[in-house]
Structures are given as C-alpha cells and as structure tokens.
C-alpha cells in the first residue's frame, strides 16, 4: 500500500484539514489490514469506524457552511448524502461477501481522493474569505473563531 497523505489534500483550514488526515489514515489501514489478510469480521468493524467517522466529519464541514452562509452547501451536503448512502451500500455488500475488500478500498479512496480535491477545496476558498474555523484543543480549549462571531458581538 503506497497510499499516503499528499500536500495537494492540505487545503489550508486546520481543522478540515485535520479531519482529512484521520479519515484517509482509516482508509489506508482498512486498504493494508485487507492486503495482510485480516480477517473480515475485523475488516467489517473498521469499516463500521470508517462510516461513523465519515458522518462525523461531513457534520462537522456542514456546521461550518452553515455558520459562513457557504452559498453551495446544498449541492455539498447532498454529495455527502449519497456518499453515506454508497458507503453503507458497500459495507452491507462487503459483510455479506458480495464483493472484495480491495473494492471496497478503491470506491473509499477514489471518493475522498476526488471530494477533497474539488467540494472541499471550493469550500475552503470560501472560508478563506476572512472566515476560519474553531479548531477543538487536546487541552479543551478552542481556538478563537476568527470572523464567527455571533451577530451583535
Ligand atoms: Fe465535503
């Protein structure tokens, strides 16, 4: 597995950013644990992870079109639905041993590979219009939310 993270996925928001980089980490150890023949019900929970960490994440930059009015947050968020959609679809198929794991690896890499680099780099240049985002801290503190501030503040 010669899959790893690649400068062009930085998109230059801290926290997406972050998100990305457990999410292809999660992909690329479900793509190696199947290459060192793991068995499938461990491959099966490591996709259950894969999924809930997708919906997390999508979450996540949802709240965040929200809060700066992102103007294609509805065709965004709908790619994101069907996505959890395929993602579901393909983690029933793999459980009941309808396809491979290695197909199941391809349609998750393929997908973040090709989101990233088009819906969320559209939306990061929208933040980049003077809008960060909150980045949670390992000591619970947040960051500041530069140009989130709550109307009337
Ligand atoms: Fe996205």
Redesign the pocket.
């Known amino acids: 597995m010669n899959i790893k993270w690649d400068s062009r996925y930085d998109l230059g928001n801290a926290r997406?950013d972050s998100e990305h980089r457990t999410l292809l980490g999660l992909i690329v150890d479900f793509g190696e644990a199947a290459e060192q023949g793991a068995p499938r019900e461990r491959l099966v929970r490591m996709l259950d992870e894969i999924s809930k960490y997708a919906e997390y994440?999508?979450l996540c930059?949802?709240n965040i079109m929200t809060d700066c009015q992102y103007p294609e947050q509805k065709n965004?968020a709908r790619?994101?639905l069907i996505l959890m959609e395929d993602l579901i679809e393909k983690f029933w198929q793999f459980k009941r041993e309808a396809i491979a794991a290695d197909e199941v690896f391809k349609f998750m890499f393929e997908w973040f590979d090709s989101?990233?680099s088009i819906?969320?780099k559209k939306?990061v240049g929208h933040l980049g219009n003077g809008l960060t985002t909150a980045v949670p801290l390992a000591s619970g503190r947040r960051e500041t939310a530069v140009g989130l501030a709550p109307k009337g503040s």
């Open positions: 997406i994440h999508f930059e949802e965004h790619l994101h989101h990233i819906e969320d939306l």
